[in-house]
């Protein structure tokens, strides 16, 4: 069937640095993608989505670019900080609530 | 505080036994979800429901039971069917088809 995953499952980074997590989708109807941060022994939290119709989405320190054609999403993060460090997950809204998700990338900030 | 709020927050169960897990939602959503969560992995669908009195089955629904019967509410059964019940439960909810999905904190269920 068709699914969600990630490039990494880890990734190191120094404090201030910028972060890039990868995502392969492979449904290419898909036309709703979500990144999720969650820490551990927490629900996961809504950082920022974005919809087939663009290619780029800017929130607060965080940018999701899209890319239909090779159907990949990234999630970066701008001056990466220690509150920073959990496992993030990119999910595809596959219609109404039926996500599915990537095995996630686990994020440590250095300080 | 606007939110959905999950409980217990930690349960044990013994084998044979069934549990309920509590989620109640105020967000006025007309959609709720369960996810399971092993460690190190994703989020798998167990139930979900689009209104209340309705409800349809997720990718992982054997050996659990759902019910919506209030907007607020859709508590989760783990049967004692469900061979492997240790993991982390999540409740979602949304408004609509294409909207922002929330998650609550989670349940974690473990088998004793």
């Known amino acids: 069937g068709e699914s969600v995953g990630l490039h990494l499952p880890t990734l190191s980074v120094q404090e201030g640095d910028n972060s890039i997590i990868n995502c392969a989708y492979s449904?290419?109807?898909?036309?709703?993608f979500i990144w999720y941060k969650q820490e551990s022994g927490k629900g996961p939290q809504f950082i920022i989505d974005?919809?087939?119709?663009?290619d780029k989405r800017q929130g607060q320190r965080v940018t999701v670019l899209l890319n239909k054609t090779v159907k990949h999403l990234s999630l970066q993060i701008a001056a990466t900080q220690p509150g920073d460090s959990a496992v993030y997950f990119c999910a595809e809204n596959m219609g109404y609530g039926k996500l599915t998700f990537g095995q996630g990338t686990i994020l440590t900030v250095h300080p | 505080d606007g939110g959905i709020t999950q409980s217990p927050k930690y349960l044990f169960r013994k084998e044979g036994q069934n549990v309920t897990l509590s989620c109640e939602q105020n967000l006025n959503h007309d959609a709720m979800y369960w996810y399971r969560q092993d460690p190190g992995q994703g989020l798998r669908l167990i139930y979900y429901?689009?209104?209340?009195?309705?409800?349809q089955k997720g990718d992982i629904a054997e050996g659990y039971s759902v019910s919506r019967e209030k907007k607020e509410s859709f508590p989760l059964t783990v049967t004692s069917a469900q061979k492997n019940p240790t993991a982390f439960y999540l409740c979602?909810?949304?408004?609509?088809?294409?909207?922002?999905?929330?998650f609550g904190e989670g349940s974690w269920l473990t088998v004793v």
């Open positions: 974005i919809r087939s119709n663009m």
């Open positions: 429901s689009q209104i209340v009195n309705d409800f």
């Open positions: 979602a909810s949304t408004a609509a088809r294409g909207n922002t999905i929330y």
């Open positions: 449904n290419s109807a898909s036309d709703y």
